[in-house]
């Protein structure tokens, strides 16, 4: 929500674009090509993608970029979720297929540590200089202690430690999550994430999925994400992550109450 609220509260002119579950969690290029258009000046994606776990083909990414040239604008790729894939190979980086290309990425999903808040940009040299400068302007420094973990988190041979331990909760958690779903004879569908901790369910039911959620966070307290937050009514977003038992409790808590819900809905 922050990368079109952010924009916006600064005065500019938000165009979306959606990856289509019909389509295979593409874009419709025409509306993509509507949306990104000679007036645009930067294009946002997040690759493998919060929140459908999906993951863009080659020719996708290519497209995407091609067209970003055409129009003059900078591709803006948020690759927080590369490494994190559960079954699919490792995803390409849009890094290196244009100069108008800027990645951003951080230590909080596929490395798994979310705490030390560091992150970072690749770009263009005179991109990186103005972000940079922001950024002190800002924060003044990154906290000390995070800023080691960091370095020592990102040396290659830690880094592919850090991923393999990312992809083994998530595959260990994935069956455990399809089951669940799966116990409520239809009530609830989902595309299984390609990549990332994040499962996008539809559910069978007219209540909107903010009071479902709502529901969800004040009788069992746990918390889910409405689909109607990320543009999807008749969705709900949950979490794959954590220590198994951690979710296996928190997914019953969440089934008593659509159990109640489907009774309610039936009765
Ligand atoms: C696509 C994407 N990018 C960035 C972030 C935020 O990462 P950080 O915790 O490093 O600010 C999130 C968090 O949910 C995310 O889903």
Redesign the pocket.
């Known amino acids: 929500m922050q990368f079109s609220g952010i924009p916006k509260s600064l005065g500019a002119t938000v165009n979306h674009f959606r990856l289509r579950i019909d389509q295979s969690w593409e874009p419709d290029w025409e509306e993509f090509e509507r949306a990104v258009n000679p007036k645009t000046r930067l294009v946002y994606v997040?690759n493998p993608n919060?929140p459908s776990g999906s993951v863009l083909s080659l020719e996708a990414m290519q497209r995407m970029v091609r067209r970003c040239e055409q129009v003059g604008a900078y591709l803006l790729t948020?690759e927080?979720?590369l490494g994190a894939e559960i079954a699919c190979p490792r995803t390409p980086t849009f890094w290196g297929m244009s100069d108008r290309v800027i990645v951003t990425s951080?230590?909080?999903?596929a490395y798994g540590i979310?705490g030390v808040?560091i992150?970072w940009i690749v770009g263009p040299a005179a991109v990186v200089a103005e972000c940079w400068s922001q950024h002190d302007y800002i924060t003044i420094g990154p906290n000390k202690i995070s800023d080691a973990v960091a370095r020592v988190a990102v040396r290659p041979e830690n880094r592919e430690k850090l991923y393999a331990r990312t992809r083994s909760i998530l595959q260990h958690n994935l069956p455990l999550m399809r089951q669940w779903a799966a116990g409520f004879a239809g009530f609830l569908t989902f595309r299984e994430p390609q990549a990332g901790a994040l499962c996008l369910m539809r559910y069978q039911s007219p209540t909107p999925s903010f009071e479902l959620c709502e529901r969800i966070r004040v009788n069992p307290s746990v918390l889910i994400v409405p689909g109607a937050h990320l543009g999807l009514e008749g969705y709900i977003r949950v979490w794959l992550g954590g220590k198994p038992e951690f979710l296996s409790e928190g997914l019953r808590r969440i089934g008593v109450e659509l159990n109640a819900g489907i009774r309610r809905l039936n009765g």
Not at 106 to 109: D, F, R
């Open positions: 997040s919060n948020d927080v979720y951080g230590l909080s999903k979310p808040r992150g």
